[in-house]
């Protein structure tokens, strides 16, 4: 076949169309055209003149929801229907998933857990362990030559 020459067509097929095998190359898609941002105008001017045009169109398309929002309640208020549900704001605390492993604060063996921990007592400091301590610091003072210690005031349960 020579360079730009014209291909001959194949008769042998099963009836089959071109359009099967003209698919192979790729077919350019259609371009999804992007809404239009005034931030893509370069003169400033006129710029900030379609960033207000854009802001105020905006403002209105919201007022006018709010009063059709507002009419739909009167009409419904009128004929005794149900109010129409008000809108909720999406926050965190409402997108969260509820977590089946966080302990519920009305789970009755939580508040079982919680009266054993309170009914059972610390365990006090003995007057043995705080001789000891202190020969502890005086030897680390003693390494560690121009260093002093000082006793925390402790309170005394009776």
Sequence with gaps: MAIGGKRKRN????????????????????????PFRPSMIKNKEK???????VKHQKKLEKRA?????EAAVQRAIELGEEL????????????REVDETVCKPDDEEIRIRIR??????????????????????????????GSSTYQKKRERKN
């Design 11 to 34: 008769n042998d097929s099963d009836g089959e169309d071109d359009s099967s095998r003209r698919r192979t190359r790729t077919e350019p898609e259609k371009e999804v055209k992007e």
């Design 47 to 53: 710029r900030s003149e379609v960033h207000a045009k």
């Design 65 to 69: 929801k709010s009063k059709a929002r």
């Design 84 to 95: 129409p549900e008000k809108k909720v704001p999406r926050t965190i605390e409402n997108t």
């Design 116 to 145: 054993i921990s309170e009914s059972i007592s610390p365990s006090s400091t003995d007057d043995a362990d705080i001789v000891r301590l202190d020969a502890f610091t005086r030897d680390l003072c003693v390494s560690f030559g």
